[in-house]
């Protein structure tokens, strides 16, 4: 292999299957959603003018 240091070389012997493009592309299905629990409102919020009941 030209102009592939040794380490690499070697990581290229023993793993072979890195450099070979991946056949068997199955589509995923499994619709997964991750959502992340907060307490309290955001640390930063847009700007927004007061309701009336509010302001008096």
């Known amino acids: 292999m030209p ?7 070697t990581l290229i012997a ?3 299957e890195l450099t070979k493009p991946i056949e068997d592309l199955t ?3 499994d619709r ?3 959502y992340i629990i907060t307490k ?6 847009r ?4 309701a ?3 302001l008096a």
């Open 3 to 9: 102009d592939v240091p040794v380490g690499f070389q």
């Open 14 to 16: 023993r793993f072979p």
């Open 27 to 29: 589509l995923v299905t």
């Open 32 to 34: 997964c959603a991750h």
């Open 40 to 45: 309290g409102p955001p640390v930063t919020a």
């Open 47 to 50: 700007p927004r003018r007061l």
């Open 52 to 54: 009336p009941d509010k």
